[in-house]
């Protein structure tokens, strides 16, 4: 069987970043695969008045660090057609619609469209009702629309803008991405979970003591100042990548692993948070923004930031979630920018065993915390390495009994990883294949704006004392202490 799809596309933002870095990349990957051969073809629209010529150009540019074949990349960029088009004028998806036509026919595309909406949020209705109401929508072939984060900025606007969406596309034609879902890690925390016996059956409050979540950056807002001080690392990252991976951690085993089965489990999991009172977010959820340090210079004087911005630049929390399973279990969770170093990692610390029989009179005498067995700590790098590490206590080699943690270590070899599909290449290929699986879906979107707009609000009510991190180091000192008053700490520390 042929793997071929078949579709148009149809970029909305074809000049943007996200398009020339992302998606024209990962288009091209799904080409020299195959998944892409002659029956697909592009349309890309924004408001500049390109030539396909110019456009073929920048398609070909965007190609540039993959090194391919001239020829190759010659004949792909044939597939791709400009259109100057603002969203907001009707009368160009007329147009839209008759070039549609015409690609459809001269590649024989069987009707089947994909939209991309690689813009600005607030143009998303307006993009959804000129697509119905100017018939640019098929009967005969698939229509799907891939949306960008972020998905609204509180609950009510999310709604908003689900409701507009949804006048036009039903909720199994709306891809929403994120990208943390589409990273070979992220999807592998379901095999490791549901794929091993050991994991299983210790994956609950039994056994596990906490599990964190840690998505650390090294750079600053850079170009996405604007954005980014209306938003802020609870916004930006929290409620969409870090409680979607708490979902995948803390689900129930899915009947079948299927996007209907996974999303039941997911949303169960997540109307299981239990949900702050306003009094209970200072105790439970800690704010950070960089100051200057060095050549760095804070947040505050960085290109494009309000001077007087409260905005957060690291976010830390304890989550908590009610069901049998995790009932006592914490979830830590923390992301900033200007921290110690790039990367994405989840550790799940288990229960010391009770007794160190090893050191037997320590324990029982002094309480000694330093006389009990290390935890064991099962880490899921997700990024810059993939792979899985495990921390165990061994016996050290010689005379005595005194025990020290070992590391089981697996990562993937590097020439897995430079096949392994980056996560856009992975979900516009889930997307030509009708699978939302690795998408979030409206009621999961909805339960985690509910959680994490009470923390907003009363944030929004009470001034910060900013700065109160350094760049470089892993956020204030209130995140540690976040834990300490639990009795845990992090496992990374800088
Ligand atoms: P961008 O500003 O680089 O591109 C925006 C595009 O929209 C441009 O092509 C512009 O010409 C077009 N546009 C603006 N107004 C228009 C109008 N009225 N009519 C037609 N076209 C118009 O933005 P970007 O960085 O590519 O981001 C696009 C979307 O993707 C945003 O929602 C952003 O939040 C999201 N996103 C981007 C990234 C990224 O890495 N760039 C990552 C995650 C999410």
Request: charged share 25%; no cysteine; glycine share 6%.
């Given at each position: 069987?042929?793997?071929?799809?078949?579709?148009?596309?149809?970029?909305?933002?074809?000049t943007?970043?996200?398009?020339?870095?992302?998606?024209?990349?990962?288009?091209?990957?799904?080409y020299?695969?195959?998944?892409?051969?002659e029956?697909?073809?592009?349309?890309?629209?924004?408001?500049?008045?390109?030539?396909?010529?110019?456009?073929?150009?920048?398609?070909?540019?965007?190609?540039?660090?993959?090194?391919?074949?001239p020829?190759?990349?010659?004949?792909?960029a044939?597939?791709?057609?400009?259109?100057?088009?603002?969203?907001?004028?009707?009368q160009?998806?007329?147009?839209?619609?008759?070039?549609?036509?015409?690609?459809?026919?001269?590649?024989g595309?069987?009707?089947?469209?994909?939209?991309?909406?690689?813009?600005?949020?607030?143009?998303f209705?307006?993009?959804?009702?000129?697509?119905?109401?100017?018939?640019?929508?098929?009967?005969?072939?698939?229509?799907?629309?891939?949306?960008?984060?972020?998905?609204?900025?509180?609950?009510?606007?999310?709604?908003?803008?689900?409701?507009?969406?949804?006048?036009?596309?039903?909720?199994?034609?709306?891809?929403?991405?994120?990208?943390?879902?589409?990273?070979?890690?992220?999807?592998?925390?379901?095999?490791?979970?549901?794929?091993?016996?050991?994991?299983?059956?210790?994956?609950?409050?039994?056994?596990?003591?906490?599990?964190?979540?840690?998505?650390?950056e090294?750079?600053?807002?850079?170009?996405?100042?604007?954005?980014?001080?209306?938003?802020?690392?609870?916004?930006?990252?929290?409620?969409?990548?870090?409680?979607?991976?708490?979902?995948?951690?803390?689900?129930?085993?899915?009947?079948?692993?299927t996007?209907?089965?996974?999303?039941?489990?997911?949303?169960?999991?997540?109307?299981?948070?239990?949900?702050?009172?306003?009094?209970?977010?200072?105790?439970?959820f800690?704010?950070?923004?960089?100051?200057?340090?060095?050549?760095?210079?804070?947040?505050?004087?960085?290109?494009k930031?309000?001077?007087d911005?409260?905005?957060?630049?690291?976010?830390?929390?304890?989550?908590?979630?009610?069901?049998?399973?995790?009932?006592?279990?914490?979830?830590?969770?923390?992301?900033?920018?200007?921290?110690?170093?790039?990367?994405t990692?989840?550790d799940?610390?288990?229960?010391?065993?009770?007794?160190?029989?090893?050191?037997?009179?320590?324990?029982?005498?002094?309480?000694?915390?330093?006389?009990?067995?290390?935890?064991n700590?099962?880490?899921?790098?997700?990024?810059?390495t993939?792979?899985?590490e495990?921390q165990?206590?061994?016996?050290?080699?010689?005379?005595?009994?005194?025990?020290?943690?070992?590391?089981?270590?697996?990562?993937?070899d590097?020439?897995?990883?430079?096949?392994?599909?980056?996560?856009?290449?992975?979900?516009?290929?889930?997307?030509?294949?009708?699978?939302a699986?690795?998408?979030?879906?409206?009621?999961?979107?909805?339960?985690?704006?509910?959680?994490v707009?009470?923390?907003?609000?009363?944030?929004?009510?009470?001034?910060?004392?900013?700065?109160n991190?350094?760049?470089?180091?892993?956020?204030?000192?209130?995140?540690?202490?976040?834990?300490?008053?639990?009795?845990?700490?992090?496992?990374?520390?800088?």
């Amino acid at each position: 069987m042929s793997k071929e799809k078949i579709a148009l596309f149809t970029i909305f933002g074809g000049t943007g970043d996200l398009a020339q870095r992302k998606l024209y990349p990962s288009l091209f990957k799904l080409y020299q695969k195959g998944y892409l051969q002659e029956h697909f073809a592009v349309i890309g629209t924004a408001r500049r008045p390109w030539t396909n010529e110019h456009y073929h150009g920048v398609i070909t540019d965007s190609l540039a660090s993959l090194n391919a074949d001239p020829a190759m990349v010659a004949k792909f960029a044939d597939h791709f057609y400009y259109q100057s088009h603002d969203v907001t004028d009707a009368q160009h998806y007329i147009t839209l619609k008759k070039l549609s036509e015409k690609l459809d026919a001269q590649y024989g595309l069987e009707g089947n469209r994909i939209f991309y909406l690689a813009m600005a949020p607030n143009f998303f209705g307006t993009i959804a009702q000129h697509l119905r109401s100017e018939n640019i929508l098929t009967p005969n072939g698939f229509n799907r629309v891939i949306i960008e984060k972020p998905f609204g900025h509180d609950f009510e606007s999310a709604k908003e803008l689900n409701d507009q969406l949804t006048a036009t596309f039903n909720e199994d034609q709306i891809y929403r991405i994120d990208h943390y879902l589409g990273k070979e890690m992220i999807q592998n925390i379901s095999a490791i979970r549901f794929g091993n016996n050991i994991w299983e059956s210790l994956w609950n409050n039994r056994y596990i003591s906490n599990i964190q979540v840690t998505l650390s950056e090294k750079l600053g807002v850079e170009e996405r100042a604007v954005y980014y001080d209306n938003s802020g690392a609870l916004r930006d990252m929290v409620q969409n990548h870090i409680l979607q991976i708490l979902s995948l951690l803390t689900m129930d085993q899915p009947v079948e692993f299927t996007e209907k089965d996974i999303d039941v489990e997911k949303v169960k999991a997540l109307r299981s948070l239990r949900p702050l009172k306003p009094e209970e977010v200072a105790t439970n959820f800690v704010r950070g923004q960089y100051g200057a340090d060095g050549d760095v210079q804070a947040y505050r004087n960085e290109d494009k930031i309000n001077p007087d911005s409260n905005t957060d630049s690291f976010v830390a929390g304890k989550i908590m979630i009610d069901n049998f399973r995790w009932s006592g279990v914490p979830f830590y969770v923390r992301t900033g920018k200007r921290l110690a170093d790039k990367f994405t990692r989840i550790d799940v610390v288990f229960k010391r065993p009770i007794v160190n029989i090893f050191n037997h009179d320590d324990v029982r005498a002094n309480d000694d915390a330093d006389a009990h067995l290390a935890p064991n700590v099962l880490t899921i790098n997700v990024e810059p390495t993939e792979g899985v590490e495990l921390q165990m206590n061994a016996k050290n080699v010689g005379q005595g009994f005194a025990t020290t943690p070992v590391k089981l270590n697996f990562a993937h070899d590097s020439a897995a990883t430079a096949n392994s599909p980056e996560a856009y290449e992975r979900l516009l290929h889930d997307a030509l294949n009708g699978d939302a699986t690795n998408f979030t879906h409206w009621k999961e979107v909805a339960y985690s704006w509910k959680f994490v707009d009470v923390i907003q609000k009363y944030w929004d009510e009470h001034t910060p004392d900013f700065p109160n991190y350094r760049p470089g180091s892993m956020g204030p000192t209130a995140s540690d202490e976040l834990l300490a008053k639990d009795g845990h700490e992090w496992v990374y520390k800088s």
